[in-house]
Structure formats: structure tokens, C-alpha cells
């Protein structure tokens, strides 16, 4: 579980973030929804330490990120996977070798032991005999495949997703939604999604925190979400045309 205490981000005069507390719970997808702009990717990356936040704390079950010392943050960044926007593949490196990196980087792993972890990874997500295939000569769908898989191959408690659905069409968005949803229950990790995507919501938000102009305004589950009694959460979500037309029934 991670736990979010008052966390508050400033640029300049523009309050980004204010005082934003709350959970994400282990084995599930807690999505962090809201429009453009209003501080969801800030936050996020407050939560894993890229960016500092004024004031607040993190807390990855119970080890306070920001209090903590250098060795505790080596270990708990060790605990994260990330998938971020875009899928952000080295073009460069084949589909292995994208996979491979963490554990190049992270760990002193024999290189059998990666390879059999690679292909695990790969199996895991749906991708088989794509190896030596090169980012450019797969398509976007099974770019964040290898994304993920490069996420979770150094078997993380704790898993980012950043619009993970940015760029695809709706079908192959509700793969990868589903995919989330079956990798946070089958490997019991506490995974946080940013989206804006109404499909996303309904399909897979058990777990929802709804920021809006860097305020948390509201939380619950998709099964809530149409009748929250918050206007700013209604407009949300009822701007998109498909939900409107349910709204009269
Ligand atoms: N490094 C920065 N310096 C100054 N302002 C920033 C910085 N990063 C983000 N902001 C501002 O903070 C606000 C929130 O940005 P953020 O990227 O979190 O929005 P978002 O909800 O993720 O939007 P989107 O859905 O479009 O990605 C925006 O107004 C943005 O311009």
C-alpha cells in the first residue's frame, strides 16, 4: 500500500498540488483521475521522487519515502516499475534488450537467468518470438506491452502507469487496461494509473481519486462515479458523448 500525507507542489505562484492525502491499495489499479493539467503527472511523479514536493510525505507500506535515508530509497526505487508516457523504449535496442535494461542496470543477475526472465516477462504480456524485433517494426499496442514488461521485470511491489491508453484505439486500450488489471492482482502489487480516459474509468476503476485544479475533490469507485454529487466530477465525466447519452436513463 502506499499512503500520501498533505502532499503540496508549487511552481512558482501556481499552487499545482494542494494538500493531497490518501491510499493506494495492494493488488489493484488506483487510478488518479482529472482533466488536463490539473496536476495529475505532477503528482505522480511526486509520489515516486522525481519531483520534490513542498511539503508531505510518502509513505510505501509504512517507510516514509521523503523522511527516509539514501539506502531506503535505493531499495524502495528498487521496488517501482514505470511505465511512462509514450512507452519511452530505447530505439535503439531490440525488444530483449529493452526488457533486459532494468535488470542490466539493477542487478548482477547471471545473463541466462535475465534472458529467462525476459522471456517470462514477454510471455506474461502476451509477446512471444518478438526479441530481436526493433521498436520501429512494432506497433503501438505492442510497444506498451514490452513497456510493461520492462516494468515489471524486476518484480516490483509498486507499478506507475502514466495515460498508459495515450495513442492507442480503443479496443487495443482495453488490452492493456485489462492487462494492468490482471498483473496488479496475479503479482499483488499496489499500482497507480494516471488517466483521463473514461474508458479506463469504467472498465478497470475500482479505485479513483479525482483531482481537480490540484484539489482531490473526490473519491470512490467507477460504480459511484455517476452520482457523486460533485458538479466538477460530473462535467468530467460527463463530457464525454457516450456517457451523456446515459445520463437521461
Ligand atoms: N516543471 C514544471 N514547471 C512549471 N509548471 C509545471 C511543471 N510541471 C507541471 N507544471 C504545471 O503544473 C500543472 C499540472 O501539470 P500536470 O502535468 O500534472 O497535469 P496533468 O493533469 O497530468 O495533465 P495532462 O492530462 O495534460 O497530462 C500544469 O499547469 C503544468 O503546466
Partial sequence: MIKIQSITKTFGERVVLNEISGTFE?????????????????LLKS????TK???GQVFYDGRDFYGSDRETKIEIRREMGMLFQG?????????????????DVLTKMPQEEKLERVNFCLKRVGLEN??????SEISGGMKKRVGIARAIVNNPNYLFCDEPNSGLDPQTSILIDELILDLSEDLDITTIVVTHDMNSVMGIGEKIMFLYKGVKLWEGANTDITHSGV?????????NKVMNSLRGK
Avoid: C, H, R
Fill in 26 to 42: 495492494k493488488g489493484k489499479p488506483n487510478l488518479i483521475i482529472g482533466a488536463s493539467g490539473t496536476g495529475k503527472s505532477v
Fill in 47 to 50: 509520489i515516486v521522487g522525481l
Fill in 53 to 55: 514536493p513542498d511539503y
Fill in 87 to 103: 512507452g519511452a523504449l530505447f530505439d535503439s535496442k531490440n525488444v530483449e534488450q529493452n526488457v533486459m535494461f532494468p535488470l
Fill in 130 to 135: 518478438v526479441n530481436s524485433k526493433m521498436p
Fill in 231 to 239: 458538479k466538477e466530477l460530473d462535467d468530467f465525466v460527463f463530457a
